[in-house]
């Protein structure tokens, strides 16, 4: 029976604004309505899926502020069985590499596990090399954008989509494996779901319950930062060909002046 760890991650709802800090660019997290990102949505059904055709045990990990304490219990109203949700100021303005660093030493804490699962990227950072970087640091085989996931035994079958075609990949557990959005389509909490979420253990810890020291991440920390942010500017008018003969010409001279041709 496989003991499935699930990053999950809350992000800004993709309907809402987006914006950066003025003061040292990080996301201005207040300024959105705050979900559980939808690719966490299938990592979870998937680790739920394997846990019903196999048995076994989900453990939801999440780094992330005091709320993103409502994207853990949605996962747990899905499901899964457990959660552990490291929560402390000095992670925040963390870099991809810290926050693996930091998730590696959550996923340590879960004893026995078998098979993490994570989404391919976050819809907010967007970085999609978290799962590449966790698995480096576990020292276990990676399987990522996968469109689908098959235990047999201890050996991990997944089949990655790409524009060449299919390819079937298989490590042995444990291993981290990311997935895609084709993999599945998430369940709905049920009503039951959400009140058993209640009553399901959350751990909560700090850097220092991991044996991170503070100076190790955080803005101040990160191997990278945003210099400079400015709004996206708005469209302008496109520029009007006339055709009076020559129009496959001017359309040319168009391209060449913008270095397209």
Partial sequence: MPNIVVLVKQ???????????????????????????????????????????QGGEVTVVSVGPDRATDAIRKALSMGADKAVHVSDEALRGSDVLQTAKVLAAAVGKVEGYDLVIAGNEASDGQAGAVPAILAELLGVPQLTHARKVELDGTTLKVERESEEGITRLEASLPAVVSVGE??????????????AAKKKPVETLTVADLGIDAGEVGLGNAWTSVLEAAPKPPRTAGQRVTDEGDGGSKVAEYLVAQKLI
């Fill in 182 to 195: 084709k993999i599945n389509e998430p369940r709905y909490p049920s009503f039951k779901g959400i009140m």
């Fill in 11 to 53: 992000v800004p709802d993709t309907y809402s604004e987006r914006k950066l800090a003025e003061s040292d660019h990080t996301l201005d997290r207040d300024s959105a309505d705050a979900v559980l990102d939808e690719i966490n949505e299938r990592a979870v059904e998937e680790a739920l899926l394997l846990k019903e055709a």
